[in-house]
């Protein structure tokens, strides 16, 4: 149902942001007012100067204010990219204090979540951020409960870990707020079929990462991307490794906050997801491609995972 009254996002750019994430996020609101013909949203850009942006591309915005004088809005998206820690200052904090004292919405996208963290607004929370600031976030901030999902909707402060999560969180917000057709229709206009709810993983990434750093860690990852159909236990993992099963969990707890075990199913449920939203492949074939000793089995494993069956998965983009 289309609401009446417009919302109003606006965009603190932090030096050096990311042009990917900016496109991704105003460019779904921008497709949602174009495909139901209302202004369902408007936007304004804010920088710590007040007259332009650079992001980390070398492109200019121009902006509507400075960090200083924010126009009333519905919803603040702290936007950084890389090098947050060099432009977090006292008026971008202050800003935010205010805004959060007047009770405006605030979330954060990319690396915003950093900046979340230093006004102390993320502690006992979830949050996303971009991959590459994983492990720096969690000795920084411990207070905070950081997850490996593309984006978290489902706290106070909403955030995003960059890219093309981006786009996943502003559909969520559309379906949110306008209802499932509208971000189908938005989606289509983006030819964006693959898009990903909030419990989908930085996977690729997360592995590219932690195999360049911890040897261990990167094969016992790739044994079981080569055993989805058939898993192994994590002692047969470490027992191929030549290490224990305490050191294996102790990795797997360190670089990726999570055990091997459940790590092996989050991959296994993922990859079953791709198949489901990819292929024809029936349910059951999915369910033994992923290692899976039943499909009602699979079925229960996987609705507890996503919140929908698989069977009903092939009928949602998300």
């Known amino acids: 149902m289309i609401q009446a009254q417009t919302q109003h996002y606006n965009f603190m750019l932090v030096e050096e942001f990311s042009h990917l994430a900016f496109s991704c996020a105003v460019e779904p609101l921008r497709i949602a007012n174009l495909v139901s013909g209302h202004e369902l949203y408007k936007w304004t850009f804010a920088s710590e100067q007040g007259e332009k942006a650079v992001c980390s591309n070398g492109s200019v915005t121009l902006v509507h204010s400075g960090f200083d004088l924010l126009p009333k ?6 936007l950084s990219g890389i090098h947050m820690r060099n432009h977090v200052s006292r008026s971008l904090l202050s800003s935010l204090r205010r805004e959060r004292a007047k009770g405006t919405a605030i979330g954060a996208l990319c690396s915003g979540a950093w900046v979340l963290a230093e006004a102390g607004f993320l502690d006992g929370m979830q949050a996303a951020i971009h991959w590459e600031y994983h492990d720096a976030f969690m000795e920084a901030f411990q207070e905070v409960n950081l997850v490996r999902s593309v984006f978290v909707a489902d706290e106070k402060h909403v955030t995003a870990s960059g890219g093309t999560a981006t786009a996943d969180l502003m559909l969520h917000l559309i379906e949110r707020d306008h209802g499932y057709d509208l971000s189908v229709a938005v989606a289509d206009q983006m030819v964006y079929n693959a898009v990903r709810n909030a419990t989908a993983e930085q996977r690729v ?23 989805i159909e058939n898993p192994v236990s994590p002692s047969v993992i470490a027992e191929q490794l030549g290490i224990s099963t305490r050191q294996l969990e102790r990795l797997f707890g360190k670089y990726l906050n999570a055990s091997p075990k459940k790590y092996f199913m989050e991959m296994r449920l993922e990859r079953a997801r791709h198949l489901l939203i990819q292929t024809e492949a029936s349910v059951t074939d999915v369910a033994f491609a992923c290692g899976f000793e039943s499909a009602g089995h699979f079925s229960r494993v996987y609705r507890a995972a996503f919140g929908v069956t698989p069977m009903l998965q092939r009928g949602r983009l998300d």
């Open 205 to 227: 990434s997360l592995q590219s990462r932690n195999g360049m750093r911890n040897t261990h860690l990167a094969k016992a990852i790739q044994i079981m991307h080569d055993r």
């Open 73 to 78: 809005c519905d919803q603040i998206f702290v």
